[in-house]
Structure formats: structure tokens, C-alpha cells
């Protein structure tokens, strides 16, 4: 009786209307899931913190370990208020040295065990002994102490007050598992268990790694500020370019971040199944004028000593041109060492315009004339021919450095191309073996990196060219340092350098993804690409068998 | 025989040892930073390069860095890869061989035995069609790049009639605990198009030997001999003047044995096909000099043997070459 009772019609109609809408937005949710395989021209071999160094690293870390909380869409590294929260769940400043974290309660291991304010101060500890990561410690110098207050609560200490000390707080720290990883002497970490099989707070946690051909994620439900749509993340190794088009055109892989300009986007969306995206990135391009004699540091260059040759150089250069070739419909320019996803890129003023008879008049004021007829400008007996260092790993750069060659012949100056492969250019960039090198570097969120490359104090580590002006340092001084450093700051600082001319600025490259059609609520992120893959979805009308 | 034998061991064994020395100091002597790699994509300060080259040993001087390298040798340590790093150069080969062994062990098996019998058939059917066109394709084939040819057969068989897949090794979404049967189905699919790419641009040399091996003994006495006593043709082909050209026959093949291992660098590149060969040219463009000795040891290794295996063969299947 009791059960014919639960059965009347009232109840049973009151059942289907309760229970069939969770049962359509259960099958809803389920459908938007899916997998995703993502090309990557190289090996994630130890994707863990203070092990990174490489960008498929970062790449496969970044989805593993969280941070106390990342910039905002709009990566101005020095605005705190606009950073988004990742392990902390909020921030507060005691004074302008010391800011407070109070870390997610809902936080996680992927082994289920409770992020807490140890994994913070051992994390930071290890991060800042610069026997485990020399460059990181350094970027974290300023900082005084990391404590624990409480099992949620740390406070960070800084020696002095400056606009980044926030981005320097939560950027250069991904959190370790002190749990799992403080038994573990540092210089054991890379051969030991947690690197091959990590244990991360992130979206994904680890599956497997077949070295030298894939590593696999899977999504971690347990994720505290929501559980990833894509259930399975494949990374495949894929160095040569036209083999990762070819398995992106055959329906192999879904994502590739290094499509070749040229060739790549016109292949890629001819097959209606993908599409080509573009990022900022943090790249910049450029020509590196050595300001000390090739390999010999000790005297001036003869030639680009001189700031007003290396002006009338930059000046003598078809931007338009050369971004046209090289990267298609997708070049972007540059004229300072910025790249275009800084925040400070809309503050470089606009560089010298392209002018080749104004270049030539600079050059003939400064005494470069063709004397002898022979189609080069010389002076005091000296023709104005600079050797030009490319490395063969760049196919954009080689495209650009023969026509660098050919605009800078029709104002009288020789330039001999030296092509060499990777690991030669670079020795020869480090011994400062060059007069012109065509160089790319990948720059830091923050625009305050500029001073590894571009300060006399930079000239022990990255400043190739040995370049060094008092006064560009004291512009860039006052605009990283100044706690008020903004708009009027930056805007000196990048003119002060454009008139110096170190550099000829030609490109800040964005980045060129290949995507699968049926992906949504896809952002990149110019910092870290895949940081919000844990939020991207399948079209439940396009999902494919891997999908399922 | 077995003085012989240790004789030819010890030389083998002399040649070897000289050969990895002198790989050792050529690799050190060229120019190029092994640390390039590492500091391809971000600022790296002087300090930071100083602790990586002593990681690596790159600080010490050359000699200090040959005694380490030969003293890992002998415990069968070949040092830990700069490029993959932490990873074991041993660990990195024994993960790459099987890849390579199955690609150049499939060509070289198909081009000894499909192309060893294209070769007899086009002996005995000298001066035919058949003989011309075959010898007109296979060298117009053997004249083709291979990557080119890859190519090509990526882009109709895989793009455009998706017939087979147009790289890797295996499908990166076949779960981990498949059956074998699985795996090795999935293997074969990936492997037919690389082995027919390296196949197709090299069966002309076994194809060509072989014809021209056949035609010299089907002029020869003992073989007229055997037609005259009434042997059948077949019988007078394959038992009395085929088994006189497995000596040239194994020549070759003694040439080409380090190709099991060394792999096709472009074709491993086209298929990305993870084996020996991507693997050495990528340590090559990195200058990862533990990756590149290990590389560089095994295929000596395999070119020293493999020349000591086709003397032997010559000893066994030839009583004249046989020593005293």
C-alpha cells in the first residue's frame, strides 16, 4: 500500500519535474567535455618548480602548480588590485613592506592534503637559495622574510617598498608540496621520484610521461575553483614544424602554439576543422648593435661607438617591410625593448620613421662618405661594413637579414651576413663576437626586466652589447622604482633609450595557435598560455571521438 | 679459426676505442655552447651558466672531462643529458632503440627480401619490360629524397585520403593498459608509411646488386653444368646460382647494418618517428655532448661490428675466404 501510495501520479509527475532537469544538465555537463592533444616543439622533461628553464616546462607546470595569485587580464604587474586570486584566497598590506596572504581553505594536493602556509615558507625558501635557482633568487632579493602565522595565514616581508613588489611576491613562486618534497635534498630534486610522477595543487594532476614522445594530464575534479572541462591533456612532442602541421591537418592534434608565419596559417585554415589565433607575446626582435669592438671588450666599436651612426642605421631600416616578409599578415612592430603584451607598450613613443636619405645626410654629417667610388660609405680609411649574426634556427630572421642586408646597401653600408647554427650564434653573442646581431628574447611579464639587457648594470649578465648611458639608467631607475612610476616616467625612459639606439627595435611577434574548431571559451594568455585551459570546453555539437 | 677470430676482435675492439676518442675531442674542439639550449628563451645571468657548466662538467679542462667520461664508460655510465636533463644518456638510447631498430630493422628486412627476389626475377627475365620499367622506377625512386617523398605520402595518404596516420610512433590517446594485439596493430598502422618512404628510396641498391650478382653466376660453369644434368630451372635458380651471390649479397648488408641503429634523420623528422636519429641530430644542434658521444658510440659500435659479422659470414659461407 505504502509503495502504491508513493507511485500516484501527483508524486510520480513532481519526480520527472525534479529529477529531469539535473538529469539534462548532468548529461549538458558531460557534453561539453571532452580531450585535447597540444603539440609541443619541445620536451617537458621536468616540469616542476625551480627545475623549469624551458618554455614546455612552464607550459606543463603551469597547469600542475598554482601560485598565491597571477596578474590580471590586463598584466600590469604593478597594480595589486588587479591581480587575480590562485592559492590565496585574498591579500592585505600591513604597510608598504609587508602584505598578508590568507590562503584558499578549499585548497588541495592533488594527494588530497590541505594547501597550508608551510608549503609557502618552504617554497619561497627554496626558491630564494640561489643554489637551486640563481636567476629566480635574484629576482626575489628584494625579499626579506616569509612567515607563517597561522596554518592559512603568511606574511611577506619586503626590504623596500617598489611598484612590482606584489608581481615579485606571486610570479616567481609556484608552490611546492613541503609534504612530499622537503626530505628531498635539492640537489637530489631533479633524479627524484616527485619529478618523474609531480604532485601539484593546479587544475590537472600527473598521469604519465613516455620520454621523448608525450606526458599526460588528467583533470583533477577536485580542482577548488572548479573542475576542468577537458579530461585528458596530451602533450606530444613534435620538433619539426611541418610534422606538427601535418598532424594537426590530419586530425591528430588539436593545439599548436609555434605555427610558422609564413607558411602555416594559409595550410592550417583551409581545412574548416581549425583555426589559427593570435596572442601578445612577450618576444621582441632586434638588432643588436655591439658597442664594444668585436670580440674585444676592452676598446669601443669603431663604428657603432658612435650613437649617431647607429641612429642613422635604425633609421636606414624598412620596419614595414621586413614584418611583411618574415611574418605575413601577423607582424607586429616595436620600437623599444617592450613587447606588445607589456603593460607598458602603449608608452613607447612612436620610433624613428623610416628615412634612408635622412639616414645617408646623418651619416655624410658624421664624415661617412664614398670616397673611393666602390658603392661604401668610408671614413679616415675605414668602410662602413659590419658583419651581421644570424642564427640558421630562425627562419624569420634569416628572411629578414637579406633584406636587412640589401635596405642597409642602398645607404652605402656593407653589411656581411654570418649565418650560424644555434649553439655557435650564441657563444659568439656571449664572447661578443659580433658587430650586428640579429637577436629574439622571450622578456619578462614585467616590464622592469629591461634592465638585465638594457642597463650598464646588465653588462655581467644578459647586455651583450656592453651597452651602458647613465642617463637611460636613471630614467629606467625612476620609472621601475619610484613608487609613483608611471605613464610620464616610462615614456622618458623609452625615449632616452630610442635616441641612444642601442638596438634597431623591429618586431614584437605574436603568438601564431593553431586551434581545433570545437573548443570554447578559449583565452590565451600571453604570460602563460595554458593557465586557463581548466576552463576551456568542447561544443557539444562538434565533439569528436576522442571527445568521449 | 678461433686465433682468427681474436685477432679481428682485438682489432675491431683498437678501431672502436680510437674512434670514440677521437669523436670525444672533435666534439669538444668544434665551436658552439652546449648550454645554448637552455638559455634559448629567457636572460640567464653569468652565475647561473657557471652552476650549469658545473653540473655538466663543462668547467673542468679536457682532460679532466675525458678521464670522467672514460671512467663512466667503463661502469657503463655515459653521463647525464644536458638537453634532458636529468635524464640519463643510457636511459634516453634504451627509450629511442626500439624505435629505430623497428624502423630500420622493417626497411632493411624488406629490402633483402622483396627486393633480393625483384632482383632474381629480373635476372632471369633479362632485357624484358619488366626488367626495364622495374630498373627505370627503382632508381628513379632511389634518386628521390626521401623526406620529399614523405612528404608526398603524408599529404595524400593521411591529409587527404586519411588512410593512415601522418606521424608518430604510436596514437597518443590509446590508453596505456591496452592489449598488445592493440599496441602492436596501432605500431604497424604508424610504421607504413616511414618503412615504405625509406624503402621505396633504397631497394634500387639490394635490387641492383642482386640482378647483376645473378646474371655473373648464371654464367658460370657449374651452373651450365647443372641445366645440362637436367635440373629444373627453378632448382638451377635458387639452390645452385642464387646461393652464389649471398656473398656479395652480405657485403652490403654488412654496409648497411648501422642504419638499424643509426636511423634516418630526416624521415624520423617528417614522421616524427621518435628514434636514434632525431635524437643525435637534435643533441648535434644542441651540442649535447653526452647525448652525442652515446649516439655517436653506439653506431661505431655497430659499424665496427658489423664489420667483423660480414667477415665472419664471408668465412662461413665461402671456404676459399676461410683462414687457415
Redesign the interface.
Known amino acids: 500500500m505504502l509503495g502504491r501510495r508513493r507511485l500516484t501520479a501527483p508524486r510520480l509527475l513532481a519526480a520527472i519535474l525534479f529529477v529531469l532537469p539535473s538529469a539534462l544538465a548532468a548529461q549538458q555537463r558531460a557534453s561539453d567535455h571532452g580531450a585535447i592533444v597540444i603539440i609541443l616543439g619541445q620536451e617537458a622533461s621536468t616540469p616542476v618548480p625551480t627545475l623549469l628553464g624551458t618554455k614546455a616546462n612552464i607550459d606543463v607546470s603551469d597547469l600542475l602548480f598554482l601560485r598565491l595569485a597571477r596578474p590580471g587580464r590586463g598584466l600590469v604587474t604593478t597594480d595589486e588590485k588587479s591581480f587575480e586570486p590562485q592559492l590565496a584566497q585574498r591579500w592585505s598590506r600591513r604597510d608598504s613592506l609587508t602584505i598578508v596572504f590568507e590562503l584558499d581553505p578549499r585548497a588541495k594536493w592533488h594527494d588530497g592534503v590541505p594547501v597550508s602556509a608551510r608549503d609557502v615558507v618552504f617554497s619561497f625558501a627554496r626558491m630564494r637559495d640561489s643554489t637551486v635557482d640563481p636567476e629566480r633568487a635574484l629576482l626575489l632579493r628584494h625579499l626579506a622574510t616569509v612567515t607563517a602565522e597561522s596554518d592559512r595565514r603568511v606574511v611577506l616581508r619586503f626590504r623596500r617598498a617598489y611598484p612590482d613588489q606584489f608581481y615579485d611576491a606571486t610570479w616567481h613562486v609556484q608552490l611546492l608540496p613541503a609534504h612530499l618534497v622537503d626530505t628531498i635534498p635539492p640537489e637530489r630534486f631533479a633524479a627524484s621520484g616527485f619529478v618523474r610522477a609531480p604532485v601539484g595543487s593546479g587544475p590537472f594532476r600527473w598521469v604519465r610521461r613516455d620520454p621523448g614522445r608525450q606526458l599526460e594530464l588528467a583533470a583533477n575534479p577536485g580542482f577548488f575553483l572548479g573542475a576542468p572541462k577537458l579530461d585528458r591533456v596530451i602533450f606530444l612532442l613534435v620538433r619539426d614544424p611541418e610534422a606538427a602541421l601535418n598532424l594537426l591537418l590530419d586530425g591528430s592534434a588539436d593545439a599548436y602554439e609555434a605555427v610558422p608565419p609564413g607558411s602555416g596559417p594559409p595550410r592550417l585554415t583551409a581545412n574548416p576543422a581549425l583555426r589559427v589565433l593570435t596572442a601578445p607575446s612577450f618576444g621582441v626582435v632586434y638588432l643588436l648593435f655591439n658597442q664594444r669592438a668585436h670580440g674585444d671588450r676592452s676598446r669601443p666599436h669603431p663604428i657603432l661607438g658612435d650613437a649617431g651612426v647607429r641612429r642613422a642605421l635604425s633609421r636606414a631600416i624598412d620596419r614595414t617591410t621586413l614584418l611583411r616578409s618574415a611574418y605575413g599578415a601577423y607582424g607586429l612592430g616595436t620600437s623599444a625593448p617592450v613587447a606588445q603584451a607589456h603593460w607598458t607598450h602603449r608608452f613607447v613613443p612612436k620610433g624613428p620613421s623610416y628615412d634612408p636619405g635622412a639616414a645617408r645626410a646623418e651619416l655624410r654629417r658624421l664624415g661617412w662618405s664614398d670616397h673611393n667610388g666602390d658603392g661604401v660609405l668610408d671614413k679616415n680609411g675605414v668602410p662602413l661594413a659590419l658583419r651581421l649574426n644570424v642564427p640558421t634556427s630562425s627562419a624569420p630572421r634569416m628572411a629578414m637579414a637579406t633584406q636587412v642586408q640589401e635596405q642597409l646597401r642602398r645607404i652605402g653600408v656593407r653589411i656581411e651576413q654570418v649565418r650560424l647554427e644555434f649553439p655557435v650564434w650564441f657563444e659568439r653573442r656571449k664572447r661578443g663576437e659580433f658587430d650586428v646581431d640579429f637577436a629574439a628574447v622571450t622578456m619578462d611579464p614585467a616590464p622592469s626586466g629591461i634592465v638585465q639587457s638594457w642597463t650598464c648594470a646588465g653588462r655581467a649578465g644578459s647586455n651583450f652589447a656592453q651597452y651602458c648611458d647613465p642617463a637611460v639608467d636613471a630614467f629606467l631607475e625612476k620609472a621601475i622604482n619610484d613608487p609613483k612610476g608611471g605613464e610620464r616616467e616610462w615614456r622618458a625612459a623609452y625615449a632616452a633609450l630610442q635616441n641612444d639606439a642601442p638596438a634597431a627595435f623591429i618586431a614584437s611577434p605574436p603568438t601564431l595557435f593553431a586551434l581545433h574548431r570545437r573548443y570554447r571559451n578559449v583565452h590565451l594568455r600571453p604570460e602563460s598560455l595554458y593557465s586557463d585551459l581548466w576552463l576551456w570546453s568542447v561544443d557539444p555539437a562538434r565533439r569528436i571521438a576522442r571527445d568521449r | 679459426m678461433s686465433r682468427w677470430l681474436l685477432r679481428r676482435s682485438l682489432q675491431a675492439l683498437v678501431t672502436f676505442t680510437l674512434a670514440v676518442l677521437l669523436l670525444f675531442v672533435l666534439l669538444r674542439v668544434a665551436?658552439?655552447?652546449?648550454l645554448?639550449?637552455?638559455?634559448?628563451?629567457?636572460?640567464?645571468?653569468?652565475?647561473?651558466l657557471a652552476?650549469l657548466r658545473a653540473r655538466f662538467g663543462l668547467n673542468q679542462p679536457l682532460g679532466a672531462q675525458l678521464r670522467a667520461f672514460l671512467s663512466g664508460v667503463t661502469r657503463g655510465d655515459l653521463g647525464v643529458s644536458i638537453g634532458?636533463?636529468?635524464?640519463p644518456v643510457t636511459?634516453?638510447i634504451a627509450?629511442?632503440l626500439p624505435a629505430t631498430l623497428l624502423l630500420g630493422g622493417a626497411v632493411l628486412l624488406l629490402n633483402f627480401t622483396v627486393g633480393a627476389w625483384l632482383g632474381v626475377r629480373q635476372a632471369v627475365r633479362r632485357g624484358s619490360g619488366f626488367d626495364r620499367w622495374l630498373t627505370r622506377l627503382a632508381l628513379a625512386a632511389y634518386a628521390t629524397p626521401s623526406f620529399w617523398l614523405g612528404?608526398v605520402l603524408?599529404a595524400f595518404v593521411?591529409?587527404r585520403w586519411?588512410l593512415l596516420?601522418?606521424?608518430?610512433?604510436?596514437?597518443?590517446?590509446l590508453a596505456?593498459d591496452a592489449g598488445p594485439v592493440t599496441k602492436g596493430l596501432d605500431v604497424l598502422r604508424h610504421l607504413v608509411l616511414p618503412v615504405l618512404t625509406l624503402s621505396l628510396t633504397s631497394i634500387a641498391l639490394p635490387l641492383r646488386h642482386q640482378r647483376a650478382a645473378m646474371l655473373a653466376s648464371f654464367r658460370l660453369d657449374f651452373v651450365t653444368a647443372a641445366r645440362a644434368r637436367g635440373i629444373t630451372e627453378r632448382r638451377v635458380r635458387w639452390r645452385h646460382a642464387w646461393r652464389t651471390t649471398l656473398v656479395p649479397m652480405l657485403t652490403l648488408l654488412g654496409l648497411w647494418l648501422p642504419i638499424l641503429v643509426s636511423g634516418s634523420v630526416f624521415v624520423e623528422?617528417?614522421?616524427?618517428w621518435?628514434g636514434l636519429g632525431?635524437?643525435a641530430a637534435?643533441a648535434i644542434?644542441?651540442?649535447d655532448y653526452p647525448v652525442l658521444m652515446g649516439t655517436a658510440m653506439l653506431v661505431s659500435g655497430v659499424v665496427v661490428l658489423a664489420g667483423l659479422l660480414t667477415d665472419l659470414g664471408y668465412a662461413l659461407l665461402d671456404p676459399r675466404v676461410r683462414p687457415a
Open positions: 665551436p658552439g655552447d652546449p645554448s639550449r637552455l638559455t634559448e628563451e629567457r636572460a640567464v645571468s653569468e652565475r647561473e652552476q634532458h636533463y636529468p635524464e636511459s634516453l627509450a629511442r612528404m603524408v593521411s591529409i586519411h596516420p601522418a606521424a608518430q610512433m604510436s596514437d597518443p590517446l596505456a623528422a617528417v614522421f616524427n621518435p632525431s635524437l637534435e644542434g644542441s651540442r
